[in-house]
């Protein structure tokens, strides 16, 4: 029997270290590795998905390949990632490079050869398994701050190759290079009455709670007297000793009276999964106030791979001649602790404070299709588009819809239509659906048909037909008309445009197209020199720009350029 559960148990730590090799990749890079986000942190409407990594706050460190493998995807963005490589490895996994500055010189051909030939410079290339192999060690690319990148840093991640979820890189021994002794830090606890007749220390809101540190360095929240059904939310974040800045907590568990209770983990989740990070927290005080509170307690829907323990959804229901103790435990990777208990008494205590709900007419129910009409506007609401039943705001008004606010948040998407068979055909063709962000008025791609003009959004507030009949702008080229360029590498020229965004840029050279990487951030283009298109002597430049309106700007120029 005893060498029954020693061979069961050596079997297991097999399979464990096995599921995550630790041994089996190597750095990204070959600087000391310091973290600025960890994998899972909150991030608006997303989980964050690998480990981003700083580089030194400058572009161009070199990125190797963590392990043999063979590049399996390459897309280049504007948005997102920027510019992406991805290494499919032969144990199962998938490694992700993100944010790079240029891909090292092989691979960087075959991207320009794509955009090139497709004329475009977003593209996505999906190369067969024996077309780009790689060794682990291999120099893939060089770091950088492209896409929706807010400073250089190399976002890391993996994956498991054949479902594509994302696993986290901590997992496979990256934890080991970034040093922590510090436990994560709680900055806020909230408890939240959930059912009618609920109330926390004499309130039917939110309560905050107050922690006190204790000589053993726990936690214990200040008075908590409750009636009814209850749930608690923390404001927490985690720091390491080999970086500054606040990061995500890695583990929370919750226990009742000693048993376990709520909990969850971040070990692996779907991408499937990440719109759900608006019902893991408290998206009404995060829209308010931009504070991100952990519900510890789900509704109908929450993120099943992340959520590990959980009893009664979470929920507490405090009752007569009950006392009881709810402990948190908040954890990094690194095993580092910080204790919270929070002591409950039952109490019917005379309430101060009301939560009152302002109803409408229009009760949503979020479990079941609806469709609202008024005048010349229907919205459309497919079932589980809200993750919650809720009192909706609807009217309209001399042509405008008022759709409630941002305070409630949307997991798909929703249909808006407004009858446009009044309006001249004349005006229809600049004309689209906008809405109002504060004082900003915002395009959204819409469909128009005959009489009617569509959108499909994740949008609430306010929503009106407008025109778009101003062009993009050019402005601001790195040269002047007739200069020599002899010592330039690059040319550059800056394209903006104020309402419906740009659709399309192409560029030529002596009428042969051009390739130009756009940076977002600064709405700057730039054309290498070494793509060897220029002519010696003259060379005639032409860009053309168009919107989403199909308002186009046309600049040209020209150079003279010989070596």
Same mark, same amino acid.
């Given at each position: 029997?005893?060498f029954?559960?020693?061979?069961?148990?050596?079997?297991?730590?097999?399979?464990?270290?096995?599921?995550?090799?630790?041994?089996?990749?190597?750095?990204?890079?070959d600087?000391?590795?310091? %973290?600025?986000?960890?994998?899972g942190?909150?991030?608006?409407?997303?989980?964050h998905s690998?480990?981003?990594?700083?580089?030194e706050?400058?572009?161009?460190? !070199?990125?190797?390949?963590?392990?043999?493998?063979?590049?399996?995807? *390459?897309?280049?963005?504007?948005?997102?990632?920027?510019?992406?490589?991805?290494?499919?490895?032969?144990? &199962?996994?998938?490694?992700?490079?993100?944010?790079?500055?240029? %891909? %090292? $010189?092989?691979?960087?051909?075959?991207?320009?050869q794509?955009?090139?030939?497709?004329?475009?410079? #977003?593209?996505?290339?999906?190369?067969k398994?024996?077309?780009?192999?790689?060794?682990?060690?291999?120099?893939i690319?060089?770091?950088?701050?492209?896409?929706?990148?807010?400073?250089?840093?190399?976002?890391?991640?993996?994956?498991?190759? @054949?479902?594509?979820?994302? *696993?986290?890189?901590?997992?496979?021994?990256?934890?080991?290079? $970034?040093?922590d002794?510090?436990?994560?830090?709680?900055?806020?606890?909230?408890?939240?009455p959930?059912?009618?007749?609920?109330?926390?220390?004499?309130?039917? @809101? !939110?309560?905050?709670?107050?922690?006190?540190?204790?000589?053993?360095g726990?936690?214990?929240?200040?008075?908590?007297?409750?009636?009814?059904?209850?749930?608690?939310?923390?404001?927490?974040?985690?720091?390491?000793?080999?970086?500054?800045?606040?990061?995500?907590?890695?583990?929370?568990?919750?226990?009742? /009276?000693?048993?376990?209770?709520?909990?969850?983990?971040?070990?692996?989740?779907?991408?499937?999964?990440?719109?759900?990070? /608006?019902?893991?927290?408290?998206?009404?005080?995060y829209?308010?106030?931009?504070?991100?509170?952990?519900?510890?307690?789900?509704?109908?829907?929450y993120?099943?791979?992340?959520?590990?323990?959980?009893?009664?959804?979470?929920?507490i229901?405090?009752?007569m001649?009950?006392?009881?103790?709810?402990?948190?435990i908040?954890?990094?990777?690194?095993?580092?602790?910080?204790?919270?208990?929070?002591?409950?008494?039952? &109490?019917?205590?005379?309430?101060?404070?009301?939560?009152?709900?302002? @109803?409408?007419?229009?009760?949503?129910?979020?479990?079941?299709?609806?469709?609202?009409?008024?005048?010349?506007?229907?919205?459309?609401?497919? #079932?589980?588009?809200?993750?919650?039943?809720?009192? $909706?705001?609807?009217?309209?008004?001399?042509n405008?819809?008022?759709?409630?606010?941002?305070?409630? !948040?949307?997991?798909?998407?929703?249909?808006?239509?407004?009858?446009?068979?009044?309006?001249? %055909?004349?005006?229809?063709?600049?004309?689209? *659906?906008a809405?109002?962000?504060?004082?900003?008025?915002?395009?959204?791609?819409?469909y128009?048909?005959?009489?009617?003009?569509?959108?499909?959004? @994740?949008?609430?507030?306010?929503?009106?037909?407008?025109?778009?009949?101003?062009?993009?702008?050019?402005?601001?080229?790195?040269?002047?008309?007739?200069d020599?360029?002899?010592?330039?590498?690059?040319l550059?020229?800056?394209?903006?445009?104020?309402?419906?965004?740009? =659709? #399309?840029?192409?560029?030529?050279?002596?009428?042969?197209? *051009?390739?130009?990487?756009?940076?977002?951030?600064s709405?700057?283009?730039?054309?290498?020199?070494?793509?060897?298109?220029?002519?010696?002597?003259?060379?005639?430049?032409k860009?053309?720009?168009?919107? /989403?309106?199909?308002?186009?700007?046309?600049?040209?120029?020209?150079?003279? =350029?010989?070596?």
């Amino acid at each position: 029997m005893r060498f029954l559960i020693a061979f069961l148990f050596f079997f297991n730590s097999l399979i464990s270290q096995e599921k995550y090799p630790k041994d089996y990749f190597r750095s990204p890079m070959d600087i000391p590795l310091s %973290a600025a986000g960890y994998f899972g942190e909150l991030r608006p409407n997303h989980f964050h998905s690998g480990v981003d990594f700083r580089t030194e706050k400058r572009e161009g460190i !070199p990125v190797f390949a963590t392990a043999d493998g063979y590049v399996s995807r *390459i897309k280049i963005s504007i948005y997102g990632y920027g510019k992406a490589i991805y290494i499919d490895h032969p144990n &199962g996994f998938t490694t992700v490079y993100g944010h790079l500055q240029k %891909a %090292a $010189l092989g691979i960087q051909e075959r991207i320009s050869q794509e955009q090139y030939a497709q004329k475009n410079y #977003e593209i996505e290339i999906l190369p067969k398994p024996n077309e780009i192999m790689v060794k682990k060690g291999d120099l893939i690319a060089y770091s950088g701050n492209t896409g929706g990148s807010s400073g250089p840093h190399l976002h890391f991640e993996f994956r498991d190759t @054949k479902t594509e979820k994302i *696993i986290n890189p901590m997992l496979f021994g990256f934890g080991d290079e $970034l040093k922590d002794s510090k436990a994560p830090q709680v900055s806020g606890l909230i408890v939240y009455p959930l059912s009618d007749s609920a109330q926390v220390n004499g309130s039917s @809101k !939110p309560v905050f709670l107050n922690l006190s540190l204790q000589p053993d360095g726990t936690y214990v929240a200040s008075k908590l007297i409750a009636s009814g059904k209850i749930g608690f939310g923390v404001n927490a974040f985690d720091t390491s000793d080999t970086g500054y800045g606040k990061k995500g907590i890695y583990k929370l568990d919750s226990y009742l /009276n000693g048993m376990p209770y709520f909990g969850y983990e971040f070990e692996v989740f779907s991408f499937d999964e990440t719109k759900y990070i /608006n019902t893991f927290i408290d998206y009404l005080r995060y829209q308010k106030q931009g504070l991100r509170f952990q519900k510890l307690f789900v509704g109908n829907t929450y993120p099943s791979s992340i959520i590990k323990t959980m009893k009664n959804d979470g929920i507490i229901d405090v009752s007569m001649n009950f006392s009881l103790n709810y402990k948190m435990i908040l954890q990094d990777f690194h095993g580092n602790k910080t204790i919270v208990n929070i002591p409950i008494s039952y &109490g019917n205590l005379p309430i101060t404070q009301v939560n009152e709900i302002k @109803k409408t007419p229009y009760f949503l129910k979020s479990r079941i299709d609806n469709s609202y009409t008024k005048d010349d506007v229907t919205v459309f609401i497919p #079932e589980n588009a809200f993750f919650e039943d809720f009192y $909706l705001n609807f009217d309209v008004k001399n042509n405008e819809l008022f759709l409630h606010d941002d305070s409630v !948040p949307l997991q798909e998407n929703i249909t808006i239509t407004f009858d446009i068979s009044k309006m001249p %055909a004349a005006d229809r063709e600049k004309m689209f *659906i906008a809405n109002l962000d504060g004082s900003r008025t915002e395009y959204n791609k819409t469909y128009k048909k005959e009489n009617s003009a569509t959108i499909y959004t @994740k949008k609430l507030g306010k929503f009106f037909l407008y025109k778009d009949v101003i062009a993009p702008k050019i402005y601001n080229p790195s040269f002047d008309e007739g200069d020599n360029l002899d010592d330039k590498k690059t040319l550059k020229i800056s394209i903006s445009d104020d309402l419906s965004g740009i =659709k #399309e840029y192409n560029a030529y050279l002596n009428g042969n197209w *051009i390739l130009m990487e756009y940076e977002s951030k600064s709405n700057r283009l730039t054309h290498n020199f070494s793509d060897n298109i220029f002519q010696n002597g003259r060379n005639d430049f032409k860009i053309i720009v168009k919107d /989403n309106l199909e308002n186009t700007t046309t600049f040209e120029s020209h150079f003279f =350029k010989t070596k």
